[in-house]
């Protein structure tokens, strides 16, 4: 083991693989497009399959799916786990998913080239479509949508084609749920999708949790009327309603005690023209915390005081839930691993949430979950110029290694 806490990884061979992969689905301005079930997605599955079984793993593919590579352990107890995505947004970077699924694969490489085996299996797993509809991470938490008309793709494509495509069955996706005895622990490496770890110049982010959910969509209706003759005390004004319900909502996230963030990204009007009063506002909210209780709070808190402000607008305000993801938090001990690998290696780290949603959310519902970020240069991701160095993909492949030697003493 001290052979392998002196080595590390072999950064040279991972930051070659994620350029080897960007090629695949490379776009003129430096960037990738390899949506999920696309021939690009395909090719790369291939290739990052060929890869794992390279590093010593048998692969198979699930219902969902998943590609799922294991490398044995001296026992045969639960994996340790860890993987990401490799689909992108239609016009993504080169390290957003990649980064956390060829790190996982170069910790492999690493064991089976120094002939080590850890006491568990290790799992490396590349989930399906997690840029949309986030069916392969949820279908091992038993948490898909039994329609399969939800998964439709916008091309018209049934999601039973596309599961075919990849490997997977739809009429088998129940078989894809994972149970806590068969993955003791899974760990996430990921680039940062926000710009903390720039502002406080740490190397490592330790994730506490991944922020819970939900979206809200509202409906304003007052009365359109003439904007000439209608007199100001007489009106149903349904945008000075919503407009004061936008300042609302925003207020709240400014204000409340909480971590949470609180956006109106989408507003509809009508009818819409200069010179009536408005009659009807669509409004969409989206409402982000780590904690449900605040986030629970924050919406008894909104609703009465739309209540008010419909009351004082003589409009009337209905209020839709939409989406509702509960948040998930990392478990202490993996977090502890992290910080404990990052003294050890000399690696400044900081404690953070991470705001956006990732596979890991699903796993942690059903086991142990933990994740590493690393700097995605100016916070920016989901876009062509995503950067993170190759010193600081090694880095976080290091702190992966690391965490898992010391979740291999830690889980039976
Ligand atoms: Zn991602």
Request: with cysteine; proline share 3%; hydrophobic share 40%.
């Amino acid at each position: 083991m001290t052979l392998i806490l002196t080595l590390g990884v072999n950064g040279a061979r991972l930051n070659s693989s994620i350029t080897q992969l960007a090629q695949i689905g490379k776009l003129p301005g430096g960037g990738v497009c390899r949506v999920a079930f696309t021939k690009e997605d395909l090719l790369a599955r291939l290739l990052v399959e060929s890869w794992m079984v390279e590093a010593g793993m048998t692969v198979r593919i699930d219902a969902a799916g998943n590609m799922i590579g294991r490398y044995p352990g001296k026992g045969e107890g639960g994996a340790l786990a860890t993987g990401s995505h490799i689909d992108t947004v239609p016009v993504g970077g080169h390290y957003d998913g990649v980064l956390g699924v060829l790190a996982g694969i170069e910790v492999v490489r690493l064991l089976y080239e120094n002939n080590v085996r850890l006491e568990h299996p290790i799992e490396i797993i590349v989930f399906t479509d997690e840029e949309n509809s986030v069916i392969g991470c949820k279908a091992m938490a038993g948490n898909t949508v039994s329609d399969a008309e939800y998964y439709r793709r916008s091309d018209g494509t049934s999601i039973e084609t596309c599961l075919a495509q990849i490997g997977g069955d739809w009429s088998k996706i129940a078989q894809a749920k994972r149970h806590p005895q068969e993955i003791a622990a899974f760990v996430e490496l990921h680039v940062e999708q926000g710009g903390v770890l720039e502002s406080t110049g740490d190397e490592i982010g330790i994730v506490q949790g991944i922020v819970g959910q939900y979206r809200y969509a509202v409906t304003v209706t007052g009365r359109p009327n003439h904007a000439g003759s209608t007199p100001m005390h007489a009106r149903k004004d349904a945008l000075v309603a919503a407009a004061q319900m936008v300042l609302a909502v925003n207020k709240l996230g400014v204000e409340a005690a909480g971590e949470q963030v609180a956006t109106v990204g989408y507003l509809n009007l009508s009818p819409n023209a200069t010179n009536i009063v408005p009659g009807k506002v669509d409004f969409k909210i989206d409402l982000r915390d780590i904690s449900q209780t605040n986030l629970e709070e924050l919406l008894v808190k909104m609703k009465e005081e739309f209540r008010a402000i419909a009351l004082a607008t003589k409009t009337e305000v209905e209020m839709t839930e939409m989406l509702h993801v509960l948040p998930t938090l990392a478990a202490p001990k993996i977090q502890n691993a992290i910080a404990e690998v990052c003294q050890e290696l000399g690696l400044s780290s900081t404690y953070l949430i991470s705001r956006a949603g990732h596979d890991a959310q699903e796993i942690g519902r059903f086991t142990d979950m933990g994740m590493i970020f690393v700097t995605s240069r100016g916070g920016i991701s989901h876009a062509e110029d995503e950067y993170t160095s190759p010193e600081q993909c090694t880095q976080g492949a290091n702190a992966l290694l690391q965490t898992f030697l010391k979740l291999d003493r830690l889980y039976s």
